[in-house]
């Protein structure tokens, strides 16, 4: 099976994330042919001049008519190589909620500017969102080169401004790239147009991107998702804990604890779909297997006994706040972290961070809509959380309604 890669679109306003995505469906042959017909009848209706790609992710009626994405639109498509999960976010500011969404779960960010614009305000809030939710990877699209004549000049300065702006952020992988989406010119392939750009076109780097890097490997972290008791007679004393790793590999006849409880065993076996494993990684869903009959259940975590995560009920996070009610300080919330659900109250807020300039406002004592900060809370039980930016999975909530269950906010542990 080919290696996934989850990549997410980012940038300002009419910038092209949309045709970019588009363009890449289409060069690589992704689309049905009724998808490809439906566009090119609507880019006719509309009266458009050339076949709007766009249109191919642009799926509400809103979205269409004022030419610009609201939600969050995920494509798949595949290669010989590897295959790809798209997720087009939205460039606006009122919908900075759907970007951190998109690129909550992404390997990758592609960041497009605008040749004839330069970095503006939303790529630098993009730029922040991006390292701030920990992408490892982010690809910086010159786009709309063609407008510019695909002057190098142009290119060069933006790449400039961009290296001096992300030296203030924690992103470690940039990688820039001139490209017109519309024309296609080094999306797929390398284009005659920029004789002087000796790099590989936004396909190739995203088709030789290394990430097994990426994941943590060291610290073991499986949270129980669900206890498999087959109850059937060639079955009948199986007893497995299934979920998806969540960092480190785990093997038999490995020493293991479980918390909160503090109980300890060793690893029985490993069990797939397709069978027994020899070993398990992020991100496999697997069931474990111990030697011992413990009392273990949806929510709790396998480690190891000499590195496991913190355990404790009072969190520090950094909010991205998703509702137009503001979070304040004695609010009552639900917390969703990854298989384990509890009560808690927030305690403080600290301060919201201005995307603009990077700067802290302390004077805020609540956060709005697409405000992101930072706040403590308390929970009812404890949890098992390692740091964000050690382990993504591990390290991230959700904040949720108790009484509706609509999701509030995403939280990254500090």
């Given at each position: ?96 909620r759907n970007m951190v969404t998109g690129a909550s779960t992404a390997d990758l ?5 605008d040749a004839r614009k330069g970095i503006v305000e939303q790529t630098r809030r ?289």
């Open positions: 099976m080919a290696e996934l890669l989850r990549v997410a679109t980012a940038g300002s306003v009419d910038d092209g994330k949309s045709t970019l995505i588009g363009r890449l469906l289409f060069d690589t042959k992704s689309l049905f042919t009724d998808q490809l017909a439906a566009v090119e009848r609507t880019s006719r209706e509309r009266g458009d001049g050339y076949v709007d790609l766009a249109l191919l992710t642009d799926g509400l009626r809103a979205e269409r008519e004022q030419g610009i994405t609201i939600d969050v639109a995920y494509r798949y498509f595949a290669t010989p190589r590897r295959s790809f999960i798209l997720a087009d976010t939205p460039g606006h500011v009122q919908y900075t960010a592609l960041l497009l500017v993009h730029a922040f969102l991006a390292s701030l939710l920990r992408v490892p990877h982010l690809v910086l699209c010159v786009n709309k080169m063609d407008l510019v004549d695909f002057d190098r000049e142009v290119f060069e300065k933006i790449k400039e401004d961009f290296r001096r702006f992300a030296a203030k952020l924690e992103i470690v992988d940039v990688t820039t790239i001139p490209v017109s989406a519309l024309t296609g010119d080094n999306v797929v392939s390398r284009s005659p147009s920029t004789p002087w750009y000796d790099g590989s076109s936004l396909l190739h780097h995203l088709e030789e991107l290394h990430t097994a890097s990426d994941r943590n490997l060291i610290d073991v972290r499986f949270p129980v998702q669900w206890v498999v008791r087959p109850r059937s007679e060639e079955l009948h004393d199986y007893r497995g804990y299934a979920g998806q790793v969540a960092g480190g590999v785990i093997k038999p006849g490995d020493d293991v604890i479980v918390l909160p409880s503090g109980l300890t065993s060793r690893v029985a076996g490993i069990d797939t779909y397709d069978g027994p494993v020899d070993e398990a990684f992020p991100p496999m869903s697997v069931t474990v297997r111990l030697e011992d009959d413990l009392d273990v259940s949806r929510g709790d975590m396998i480690a190891r006994p000499n590195n496991q995560p913190t355990v404790g009920q009072d969190l520090h996070l950094m909010v991205s706040w998703m509702v137009d009610a503001p979070l304040r300080r004695r609010a009552r919330v639900g917390i969703k972290h990854t298989t384990r659900s509890v009560r808690a109250m927030v305690t403080d807020v600290s301060y919201r961070v201005d995307i603009d300039t990077l700067h802290r406002d302390e004077a805020v004592d609540s956060l709005g809509l697409n405000d992101i900060g930072r706040i403590a809370l308390r929970t009812t039980s404890p949890l098992c959380y390692d740091p964000y930016h050690r382990n993504r999975n591990t390290g991230s909530v959700l904040l949720i309604d108790e009484v509706s269950g609509t999701t509030l906010g995403a939280g990254m542990i500090l």
